[in-house]
């Protein structure tokens, strides 16, 4: 009997035991499912995320491309040729032709110098003694006259040294323009970066602004010709204005004085038959 109330406590003790050990399982794996669906939806989260920003990066990298391509006909449709800078030719009889043509094509002021010296006819100096003879008005006109003549001879060498340089840097000008054309028109992708495209922009800038102020050189020469002329025109107004105020203060002495050798020449003549 003892023996049969040991054997129930053992098995009831196992059976006890047993579901006790039933519901510890069945608790922990419904949180370990919990937990695996939560990572579950974040790993879904991500693929999610990571697809859309696939395909972002996709799009992207399409349209870089796309932007990147120049159409294939771009350069036959758009390029044009400008007008060239040419050497100046002339004829040269007698040998003083081509050092101003030399000036025109190359520049430099040693060249100008040189083209004025053999093609312009040169002042000769005034008297010293002469210039000393004449009155302070005739003198003031002869040195207003000498600085009119210098004048226009510094004018012109400057301009011929200013059209030289911009004649004779035209070509490597032009070979820049040619490049940067080229560039721009190329479907090379390395020309189309950016950055590239950026370098091309500032190169255009510069070479308009170098070209500007060529174009700046050339009109203050021409300034400087038409301020030659100017004065030329005051310098003549004024001597014409100046000769009327002389006239008008000595003419009545003038006309006295002629009209008092009239009479005393009148009064010398003699219309007596005998002289008397």
Do not use: C
């Not at 098995?11 to 579950?40: G, P, W």
């Amino acid at each position: 009997m003892k023996l049969l109330r040991k054997r129930f406590l053992v098995f009831a003790l196992t059976i006890m035991f047993t579901h006790v050990a039933r519901a510890q399982f069945a608790v922990v794996d419904s949180a370990n499912l919990a937990e695996a669906v939560k990572e579950f939806k974040q790993m879904q989260q991500m693929y999610t995320t990571a697809e859309q920003t696939r395909n972002q990066i996709i799009s992207t990298y399409n349209l870089a491309y796309q932007m990147s391509r120049m159409p294939e006909d771009l350069a036959a449709r758009y390029k044009t040729d400008f007008a060239q800078w040419t050497n100046l030719s002339a004829p040269n009889t007698y040998g003083n032709t081509y050092a101003w043509v030399n000036a025109l094509d190359i520049g430099g002021r040693p060249q100008a110098v040189s083209a004025f010296n053999n093609a312009i006819v040169r002042l000769l100096n005034f008297p010293t003694s002469a210039l000393a003879a004449l009155d302070a008005d005739a003198q003031a006109t002869i040195k207003n006259q000498y600085a009119t003549s210098e004048l226009a001879e510094g004018t012109t060498e400057s301009t011929l040294s200013t059209l030289g340089s911009i004649r004779s840097n035209s070509e490597a000008f032009s070979s820049k323009l040619a490049n940067l054309e080229s560039d721009s028109f190329s479907t090379d992708p390395s020309q189309q970066t950016e950055m590239a495209v950026l370098g091309k922009i500032n190169t255009a800038a510069l070479l308009q602004i170098h070209s500007q102020q060529d174009t700046n050189q050339i009109l203050a020469a021409e300034v400087q010709q038409q301020l030659i002329a100017q004065k030329q025109q005051i310098d003549a107004q004024n001597r014409a204005i100046n000769q009327a105020i002389y006239f008008q203060q000595n003419f009545p002495d003038t006309m006295q004085k002629v009209n008092t050798g009239v009479s005393d020449s009148m009064r010398s003549i003699s219309l007596s038959p005998n002289g008397q």
